[in-house]
């Protein structure tokens, strides 16, 4: 009898924890208008923008080629370019940034878009080859 009472308690024990567990939503799981954890980062150019519309989005191609249309709230999303606070307005096409989006409404939502400068033409030579002679005078 003990041994039962014992069994009883584990399984009760273990079901109450799970109860009581932060449950994960993913993007096919969450109810319509609740916003999720955040998603992974985008890295890429920006290929295109609609910051006029209604529904303002900014369109994201990726190394791969993949473009995402990712949402902006021009109330809440944060543009940082040269690490500064910046306004929408400043977001170019052919820019490379980094997109940090969040699930809502069913959607993807730019969090914060971070402009990212690329190096100077060259520069990535000049570090890959740093023992290279230099070349003769003439």
């Known amino acids: 009898m003990t041994r039962a009472y014992a069994y009883a308690m584990a399984v009760m024990l273990g079901a109450a924890v799970s109860a009581m567990a932060p449950q994960v939503v993913s993007a096919e799981t969450a109810a319509p208008g609740m916003t999720q954890a955040r998603m992974s980062t985008i890295k890429g150019s920006i ?3 609609d910051l006029r519309s209604s529904a303002p989005i900014v369109k994201v191609t990726d190394a791969q080629g ?8 021009p109330q809440a999303t944060a543009v940082l ?40 033409a060259g520069a990535a030579t000049r570090q890959a080859q740093p023992n290279a002679p230099a070349e003769p005078r003439r």
């Open 81 to 120: 370019k040269d690490g500064q606070q910046a306004k929408l307005d400043a977001l170019k096409v052919g820019q490379q940034v980094e997109v940090s989006p969040v699930m809502k409404e069913g959607r993807q939502l730019a969090q914060t878009i971070t402009v990212t400068t690329a190096a100077p």
């Open 47 to 49: 290929s295109g923008l």
């Open 66 to 73: 993949q473009e995402r249309s990712i949402s902006v709230d």
